[in-house]
């Protein structure tokens, strides 16, 4: 290993450190998120933050990734995202990624594989204005061969199989498959093997000048900086990319109109698997406003913590299932929750019926103080508790929603919407699952 790549890692090394002294577990700083107004019109914002000379930089082009991808070329985003960054300027790829540590960068995550296309790296404050100069081209002209482009493609797409993935992976994959029919959100989200093999250097070209423009640009920056060197820097990194109308709304709030599946229980047959079972349960939840989002957090706090929730509390005491994962998937156009667990397979109808006997509600049903107290926490964690930075964009997002506002009103509102059984598609993988058990349970 040359002494150029040692350093990248030392730095990362370095960083990490860094991070675990600043953020400890308690006595986080609390988030202030700020606009940054600037020459090019680019939508940013600043989170100040003092952690000595290390910034996080995120960059998100709206609606680019891959699930927003035409189906004719469905994984375009994720190809490009391997092509991206990987032979800077005339380098080759090793001596990009060496150049990328020399210029004290570190954690650099081209990610294609959700809405957005983001780009988010690490950065020493001293070498920065090198390394976005550095950076810069590959937004706007990315440096790829053909050969380069046909090496991409034959990563991609990543489909989860029996035999190497993780139960989850196949879980999650069938069930959005299930909640989307026909729509990009219920596809492999690397893409299509087809439309994959399809793409060409033009089409490449045609996708960046079409979706990396500075109308549909949002970019965070976290570190011990001001709005005025922010604004500097985005005229480093973006200055060169086009803007098709600079009055342009990206991100707009669009309607999803589209099936679901009419499969309302899916059986994955896992010989493997024993006398163990995966279940994951999930419903789509569309077009919900902030006070809807909030209560739905208010109320998967209430029934869903893994400590003191009330499904998890009653799962444990009939001996059911000592953890249930519970997840939020936020999309652009529309959310999930779903839950995942795995257990014996002889409590599986005691499970599902359970669930079944849960997941219904009236306002009148719920403790007023445990609401009150659900919110309380709520709104204190958003204002002072993040993982890391890479939380921050997240974070700053759940921040802003009104958790004081929540009544017992809305949260009975927001669990029809989160129990609806016409919208809830259940997935199990499992051996020889005893169909009659569970049927009855739909």
């Known amino acids: 290993m040359s002494n150029r790549l040692k350093s990248f890692f030392l730095i990362a090394g370095i960083l990490a450190v860094i991070f675990a002294c ?11 998120v700020v606009y940054v107004p600037n020459a090019l019109g680019i939508r940013a914002s600043l989170v100040n933050i003092d952690h000595g000379e290390v910034l996080y930089v995120k960059c998100k082009f709206k609606n680019a990734g891959v699930l ?32 990328m540590a020399e210029l004290g960068m570190a954690h650099f ?6 809405d957005d296309f983001a780009v988010s790296f690490f950065v020493l404050k001293d070498e920065i204005t090198k390394a976005l100069k550095f950076l810069s081209p590959a937004f706007s002209r990315p440096n790829f061969t053909k050969n380069d482009l046909e090496f991409a493609k034959e990563n991609f797409p990543l489909i989860p199989d029996i035999d190497s993935s993780h139960p989850r992976e196949l879980l999650l994959e069938k069930l959005m498959s299930m909640l989307y029919a026909n729509h990009p959100y219920g596809l492999n989200c690397t893409g299509t093997a087809q439309a994959i093999a399809s793409i060409t250097a ?9 979706k990396f423009t500075g ?10 900086v001001s709005a005025m060197e922010v604004s500097k820097y985005l005229n480093i990194l973006f200055a060169e990319l086009p803007r098709h109308n600079v009055d342009a709304l990206p991100g707009q709030k669009q309607k999803i109109d589209i099936p679901m599946s009419s499969e309302k229980i899916s059986i994955i047959n896992n010989p493997n698997a024993r006398d163990l079972v995966g279940v994951a349960v999930g419903v789509r939840l569309d077009e919900l406003t902030d006070l809807e989002r909030a209560a739905l957090y208010v109320l998967l706090e209430i029934f869903y913590n893994h400590k003191t929730g009330i499904l998890t509390e009653g799962l444990r005491s009939r001996n059911i299932s000592n953890e249930l994962g519970h997840f939020l998937l936020k999309r652009s156009l529309s959310d999930v929750f779903y839950t995942s667990v795995f257990l014996e397979k002889k409590d599986l109808a005691n499970y599902l019926k359970y669930l079944e006997e849960k997941t219904s509600l009236s306002a009148g049903e719920l403790d007023p103080e445990r609401v009150e107290k659900a919110k309380d926490y709520l709104f204190q964690r958003s204002l002072n508790e993040f993982v890391d930075l890479t939380d921050i964009d997240e974070t700053s997002k759940i921040r802003s929603l009104p958790f004081r506002d929540v009544s017992l009103e809305n949260i009975a509102a927001v669990a029809k919407k989160l129990w609806d059984k016409s919208k809830t598609r259940t997935v199990i993988i499992g051996n020889e699952i005893p169909i009659l058990d569970y049927k009855e349970h739909r």
């Open 215 to 224: 109308d549909n640009l949002e970019v965070i920056f976290a570190g011990n």
């Open 22 to 32: 600043v953020f400890p577990n308690r006595g986080r700083p609390a988030l202030v």
């Open 109 to 114: 995550d081209p990610s294609a594989f959700g």
């Open 202 to 210: 033009e089409d490449i070209d045609k996708f960046v000048q079409s």
């Open 68 to 99: 927003h991808n035409s189906s004719d070329k469905h994984g375009i985003s994720a190809v490009l995202s391997s092509l991206m960054f990987r032979k800077m300027h005339e380098l080759s790829p090793e001596e990009s990624l060496e150049k």
